[in-house]
């Protein structure tokens, strides 16, 4: 599939179709065991957080927490955590988490695409997405990738694990390098890793871009 296919701007009816879809795909998931939620945090944060060349702790906005095993990750490792999910289930038992783990977190419930809405105001130095993107409904992923511009410190990175386009059976799911290059115009792509699973992944690095940014 093609950027230009995943970036096809649907009718206003279909949109909330594919919103509404979406939130009960997640919200099925956590009546359960996301099957995401390993309890483990992936070792590319690990390395952003402890490994060469770590990153100083500051603020952190994590985007699609579930259950909060990363916002505890990088709360413990000094990082003051804003977190951020769409399902009140996964948003309570990450606090449940946070509160039985003796770590400060604030966890908010609401739509990662209105930013605006929430008490999450920056400067952030640090975005964590571990394939939250990637299932945004493609009309709704400017106000994304706008919400995080408007909240980035200089220089501030963005990692990001996403599936790629064909992972699912649909026509829309999945992120590009070429997307994010779009999309994400006041940032630098420092790096594109395909990742390990057996569908189409990727682990993608952006920072902030510390010159003026020059509007289109």
């Known amino acids: 599939m093609n950027d230009a296919r995943l970036l096809r701007q649907p009718e206003r009816g279909e949109e909330r179709q594919l919103e ?13 065991d996301a099957p995401w939620d390993t309890g483990v945090s992936p070792p590319e944060l690990v390395a952003v957080v402890e490994g060469p060349g770590a ?9 699609g927490c579930g259950t909060g095993t990363n ?11 804003v977190a951020v999910d769409l399902v009140d289930r996964a948003v309570r ?3 449940e988490k946070a509160a039985a783990a003796d770590v400060a977190v604030r966890f908010l419930r609401g739509d990662v695409t209105q930013l605006d809405e929430l008490d999450a105001p920056g400067p952030f130095d640090l975005f964590f997405d571990l394939s939250c993107y990637c299932g945004i409904p493609p009309h709704r992923r400017d106000a994304f ?3 995080l511009s408007e909240r980035a410190a200089p220089g501030a990175r963005l990692l990001m694990f996403g599936y790629g386009p064909g992972a699912f059976d649909d026509t829309w799911s999945g992120v590009t390098a070429d997307e994010l290059r779009t999309r994400f115009a006041s940032w630098d792509l420092l790096d594109a890793t395909p990742g390990t699973n057996d569908v189409p992944t990727w682990w993608f690095t952006l920072r902030r ?4 940014i020059v509007s289109a």
């Open 20 to 32: 509404a879809a979406v939130q009960r795909v997640l919200e099925g998931y956590y009546e359960a």
């Open 55 to 63: 990153l100083t702790p500051g603020r952190v906005l994590e985007l």
């Open 71 to 81: 916002a505890i990750y990088l709360a413990r490792h000094g990082w003051d955590v």
């Open 93 to 95: 038992l990450a606090g």
């Open 145 to 147: 990738a706008a919400g």
């Open 209 to 212: 871009s510390t010159g003026p």
